[in-house]
T-cell receptor, first 115, second 108 residues
Framework: EAGVAQSPRYKIIEKRQSVAFWCNPI?????LYWYQQILGQGPKLLIQ????????DSQLPKDRFSAERLKGVDSTLKIQPAKLEDSAVYLC?????????????FGAGTRLSVL | AQRVTQPEKLLSVFKGAPVELKCNYS??????LFWYVQYSRQRLQLLLR??SRESIKGFTADLNKGETSFHLKKPFAQEEDSAMYYC??????????FGSGTQLTVLP
């Protein structure tokens, strides 16, 4: 079974530029998450999708961050414009569902450096 | 609000010694607790979850609701256990709240 795929693995941009990250979850996983992990901290949830609908985006800085999952499979996360404090690893995770299936599988992440 | 606290950022033990990674949580309902591990240059992966009540790679963790703790233990540490360990809590919304992690180093 293929895991969660993310690209690119690394990205370096200057502040005020735009950047986008892509995630392909495990086949059949309806729920998809984006996390931000700042150096020295645990991952922090940004947004949760159930199929192509947003379940929770309360921690997403909506003035500069946006995310979509148009067909309920792939997802993109965009930052526009980027700030220095956005430097972090962006993790995508997916899960099959409730109960015994409530295990999140993580991608390798995209490491963003904003200069 | 839900919160997970891992008081130790760094923990070093010698090979063969017991190891305990501490995790305390705050949640008003009935949480589901997890331990995730990240080995060097690998992705974050599930180590164990409290509802499974199983031992993975010799590690166990017991949910103590009275002390709101979910400490991770292993009686005899191995060098391959060196990694970053994250405790995480899932509430009713199936979202994970992570602690800040403990870097475990097992010395030869």
């Amino acid at each position: 079974e293929a895991g969660v795929a993310q690209s690119p693995r690394y990205k370096i941009i200057e502040k005020r530029q735009s950047v986008a990250f892509w995630c392909n979850p495990i086949s059949g996983h309806a729920t998809l998450y984006w996390y931000q992990q700042i150096l020295g901290q645990g991952p922090k949830l940004l947004i949760q999708f159930q199929n192509n609908g947003v379940v929770d985006d309360s921690q997403l800085p909506k003035d500069r961050f946006s995310a979509e999952r148009l067909k309920g499979v792939d997802s993109t996360l965009k930052i526009q414009p980027a700030k220095l404090e956005d430097s972090a690893v962006y993790l995508c995770a997916s899960t099959l569902g409730w109960g015994a299936k409530n295990i999140q599988y993580f991608g390798a992440g995209t490491r963003l450096s904003v200069l | 609000a839900q919160r997970v606290t891992q008081p130790e950022k760094l923990l070093s033990v010698f090979k063969g010694a017991p190891v305990e990674l501490k995790c305390n949580y705050s949640y008003s309902g009935s949480p589901e607790l997890f331990w995730y591990v990240q080995y060097s240059r690998q992705r974050l992966q599930l180590l164990l979850r409290h509802i499974s009540r199983e031992s993975i790679k010799g590690f166990t963790a017991d949910l103590n609701k009275g002390e709101t703790s979910f400490h991770l233990k292993k009686p005899f540490a191995q060098e391959e256990d060196s990694a970053m360990y994250y405790c995480a809590l899932s509430g009713s919304a199936r979202q994970l709240t992570f602690g800040s992690g403990t870097q475990l180093t097992v010395l030869p």
